[in-house]
């Protein structure tokens, strides 16, 4: 079983920012879809963004866009996420997915074979 470890969460104040990381625990482990979700306190967990294999394709949620960009390092199957401006609605455990099937970019959580832990990043205002 293949496990994703996230890491970069922390206390920051409003417009501050952080860069959160994910790598695997096994280093054969390969990946095609490499994406990042969201859990709120008391919500859903939500789709934040996703990227390609290749890197060249990418997605994000609305309430994220131009302000988080991801990005990934795909010879070693680690995938980043900074996070510019954070407002105190992106208060939430962030989690890492992965899934290594052959299909383009989507933002469902049942999309992603594989998941992390969790950071969690906490936004004051």
């Known amino acids: 079983q293949v496990e994703l470890v996230e890491s970069g969460g922390g206390l920051v104040q409003a417009g501050d920012s952080l860069r959160l990381s994910c790598a695997p625990s096994?280093?054969?482990?390969?990946?095609?879809?490499m994406g990042w979700f969201r859990q709120a306190p008391g919500k859903e967990r939500e789709f934040v963004a996703a990227?390609?294999?290749?890197?060249?394709?990418?997605r994000y949620a609305d309430s994220v866009k131009g302000r988080f960009a991801i990005s990934r390092n795909s010879a070693e199957n680690t995938v980043f996420l900074q996070m510019n401006s954070l407002k105190p609605e992106d208060t939430a455990i962030y989690y890492c997915?992965?899934?290594?099937?052959?299909?383009?970019?989507?933002?469902?959580?049942?999309?992603?074979?594989?998941w992390g832990q969790g950071t969690q990043v906490t936004v004051s205002s």
């Open positions: 096994r280093r054969t482990f390969t990946t095609n879809l």
């Open positions: 990227i390609s294999r290749s890197g060249s394709g990418t």
């Open positions: 997915a992965a899934d290594p099937r052959p299909w383009g970019i989507r933002n469902g959580e049942d999309d992603y074979r594989y």
